[in-house]
T-cell receptor, first 109, second 115 residues
Framework: KNEVEQSPQNLTAQEGEFITINCSYSVGISALHWLQQHPGGGIVSLFMLSSGKKKHGRLIATINIQEKHSSLHITASHPRDSAVYIC???????????FGEGTQLTVNP | GAGVSQSPSNKVTEKGKDVELRCDPISGHTALYWYRQSLGQGLEFLIYFQGNSAPDKSGLPSDRFSAERTGGSVSTLTIQRTQQEDSAVYLC?????????????FGDGTRLSIL
């Protein structure tokens, strides 16, 4: 079992739909990151959070430390949101990031 | 530029050759990380630098892999006697402070292909 698990692995949506990507982890963490990787390979850090909720534009990230679970929400999805979304955690005991396998999101017009 | 810069962007080499991959972090970022992403796989941590020292190199897959960082800035990842399984995208990231509490900024990666 991976330390960081994401669901779903693949997600196809129609433009305008509300999207949720989930991340569960099994270790104690000091922070959780949500990353976006576009087809060209570049990675962008979307959020880093250790509690509660953060919002940036149409993106919302939440984390429940007790349940060891985080969600990434995209409101009013758009084809340009199509990318791989990656959850990563930094364990309290170390410096490294441990990554989920990613969720491939495709938003159709 | 203001971002993390990696070079080369693509590298094709023959099995058995040595390769060097370079990372220029964002100016002033003291923490630097190397990751690897093999085809169809998730990201994998390799090594973390704080300044010029590497407090965590536990992700390096074998002794053929080494990395150094000089002047608290540029880092080089070296792979000796490359094998086909080394083919992957090698990503570098930097952050403003030590491992805690700072977002990581990623470079575009070096796509390494071993023939």
């Amino acid at each position: 079992k991976n330390e960081v698990e994401q669901s779903p692995q693949n997600l196809t949506a129609q433009e305008g739909e509300f999207i949720t990507i989930n991340c569960s982890y099994s270790v104690g963490i000091s922070a959780l990151h949500w990353l976006q990787q576009h087809p060209g390979g570049g990675i962008v850090s979307l959020f880093m959070l250790s509690s509660g909720k953060k919002k940036h534009g149409r993106l919302i990230a939440t984390i429940n430390i007790q349940e060891k679970h985080s969600s990434l929400h995209i409101t009013a999805s758009h084809p340009r949101d199509s990318a791989v979304y990656i959850c990563a955690v930094r364990e309290t005991s170390g410096s490294r990031l441990t990554f989920g396998e990613g969720t491939q999101l495709t938003v159709n017009p | 530029g203001a971002g993390v810069s990696q070079s080369p962007s693509n590298k094709v080499t023959e099995k058995g050759k040595d390769v060097e991959l370079r990372c220029d972090p964002i100016s002033g970022h003291t923490a630097l990380y190397w990751y690897r992403q093999s085809l169809g796989q998730g990201l994998e941590f390799l090594i973390y630098f704080q300044g010029n020292s590497a407090p965590d190199k536990s992700g390096l897959p074998s002794d053929r892999f080494s990395a150094e960082r000089t002047g608290g800035s540029v880092s080089t990842l070296t792979i000796q006697r490359t094998q086909q399984e080394d083919s992957a995208v090698y990503l570098c990231a930097s952050s403003l402070g030590p491992a805690g509490g700072q977002p990581q900024h990623f470079g575009d990666g070096t796509r390494l292909s071993i023939l």
